[in-house]
């Protein structure tokens, strides 16, 4: 029986080494991939440094146009306030304005009293009536009616008279007058006595179906024979 000879092979295992070349292989294959990848992105004209300092540009851009724009609302806004300012002073102005010749025309009219009474126009001593108003009362159809008199200031005697009125209109589409009697709320007859003018006032109720159109006026002084009579017309007045 022929002998067969057996040989053994025998192996040393080292997996250290084994993973040692694993390792490189893999870090190697990741590197080349990278830097393939780096190469492809450069290639196609994109850059990481190149985007880096993009963002940067852009960013510092925002910042720029972010200051300017709050740098604009700021000045809007103060353009805004200026332009308030400016109307809110005008305003004040004319309405200042408004108010001085408001009192100017009543010095005005104030001082033509006063010289009515120093020295009358047509140079006629005695007494005068120098205006009349109507003037809205608390309700509805109740009126006041303001009247004036005046004397001259040579006239150095105290006038004592009386004073009437009564109010023209149309009632029902006919012509009727209504004297103090009837629609006078208190006083039915104004007594007075002064020197150099008199403000005399009394209320009036006029119906509901009646429409003013003038205002009668008659003052009867103590020691004349005859008395002032005048008409005016309806006009209600604020003051």
Same mark, same amino acid.
Do not use: C, K, M
């Given at each position: 029986m022929p002998t067969e000879l057996q040989k053994l092979i025998v192996r040393r295992h080292t997996p250290g080494?084994?993973? %040692?070349?694993?390792?490189?292989?893999?870090?190697?294959g990741a590197v080349c991939l990278a =830097?393939?990848?780096?190469?492809?992105r450069a290639r196609a004209g994109y850059s990481i440094i190149a985007a880096e300092l993009d963002s940067h540009q852009k960013a510092a851009e925002i910042k720029t146009l972010t200051a300017e724009l709050r740098n604009a609302k700021a000045e809007l806004a103060a353009n805004e306030m200026a332009r308030r @300012?400016?109307?809110?002073?005008? &305003?004040?102005v004319e309405k200042s304005l408004a108010d001085l010749q408001s009192r100017l025309g009543e010095q005005s009219q104030e001082l033509t009293f006063y010289r009515g009474i120093v020295n009358p126009s047509d140079n006629i001593a005695g007494l +005068?009536?120098?205006q009349v108003k109507v003037l809205p009362g608390i309700a509805p159809r +109740?009126? +006041? @009616?303001? !009247?004036?008199?005046?004397? *001259? &200031? +040579?006239? /150095? =005697?105290? $006038?004592? &008279? =009386? &004073?009437d009125l009564s109010i023209d209109g149309l009632r029902g589409g006919k *012509?009727?007058? %209504?004297?103090l009697a009837e629609i006078g709320t208190s006083s039915k007859v104004l007594t007075f006595s002064f020197r150099y003018f008199q403000e %005399? /006032? $009394?209320? !009036?109720?006029l119906p509901a179906d009646f429409l003013p159109q003038r205002v009668q006026i008659e003052v009867r002084p103590a020691r004349a024979t005859s008395s002032i009579r005048q008409t005016y017309p309806w006009k209600i007045e604020t003051n």
């Open positions: 080494r084994a993973a %040692l070349f694993w390792g490189v292989l893999i870090v190697g =830097t393939a990848f780096e190469i492809g @300012v400016d109307h809110e002073s005008y &305003a004040q +005068r009536i120098q +109740r009126f +006041r @009616v303001r !009247i004036v008199l005046i004397q *001259a &200031a +040579r006239q /150095e =005697t105290v $006038t004592s &008279a =009386t &004073a *012509a009727v007058n %209504l004297p %005399l /006032e $009394t209320e !009036i109720d």
